[in-house]
């Protein structure tokens, strides 16, 4: 099955510790992204990487990590530093950067 | 970046009807794409439509880029259709801007 894979689909965080989030896609896409959608509100992006060893920060990447070792992988790492990470993650990949973006299932992040 | 608004905010219909969701974007862009949020959260792809006409079954969608604005059109509505509607742009920035969404609640 070709998509994009987010892991785990619910995530409980202590105060002060880190979480990553897990983005896997085997659509061979080079530029991949990650989202946050607040309740009711759309998505506000957090990262974006167009290739291999390269990303730019987004509108809100302030308290947030990405790496990006190999073309299939984006994980997002949740940092303590990030104020108000109750959200809902939605990452997302498209072959190039300026064609058509595909979603996968999201990640619930809730801090306890 | 670029401002994209979305009406109406909330639409009730009963099943059966159709319904115009509209999206006034604020600059020219190269892509747009209309999306459905199901109840889970996922979102699932509508149509990528930067210019011109789509079609898909009960669906359609229409871009006029020259005057920022795309329509969506659903007609026939189920219950299945309900959830909420996102219209997002891009300009070539590498960033899609998403409005607030459309939430349509389809009843039997």
């Known amino acids: 099955d070709g998509g994009i894979t987010q892991s785990p689909k619910y995530l409980f965080r202590k105060e002060g510790q880190n979480v990553t989030l897990s983005c896997e896609q085997n659509l061979n896409h080079d530029a991949m992204y990650w989202y946050r959608q607040d309740p009711g509100q759309g998505l506000r992006l957090i990262y974006y990487s167009q290739i291999v060893n390269d990303f730019q920060k987004g509108d809100i990447a302030e308290g947030y990590s990405v790496s990006r070792e190999k073309k299939e992988s984006f994980p997002l790492t949740v940092t303590s530093a990030q104020k108000n990470p109750t959200a809902f993650y939605l990452c997302?990949?498209?072959?190039?950067?300026?064609?058509?973006?595909?979603f996968g299932q999201g990640t619930r992040l809730t801090v306890v | 970046g670029i401002q994209v608004e979305q009406s109406p905010p909330d639409l009730i219909l009963q099943e059966g009807a159709n319904s115009t969701l509209r999206c006034n974007f604020s600059d020219s862009v190269n892509n747009l794409q209309w999306f459905h949020q199901n109840p889970w959260g996922q979102l699932i792809n509508l149509f990528y439509i930067p210019s011109g006409t789509k079609q898909n079954g009960r669906l359609s969608a229409t871009t006029v880029a020259t005057e920022r604005y795309s329509l969506l059109y659903i007609s026939s509505s189920q219950t299945t259709d309900s959830g909420v509607y996102f219209c997002?742009?891009?300009?070539?920035?590498?960033?899609?801007?998403f409005g607030t969404g459309t939430r349509l609640t389809v009843i039997p």
């Open positions: 997002a742009v891009d300009s070539g920035a590498n960033n899609l801007f």
């Open positions: 997302a990949s498209s072959r190039d950067g300026n064609t058509e973006a595909f």
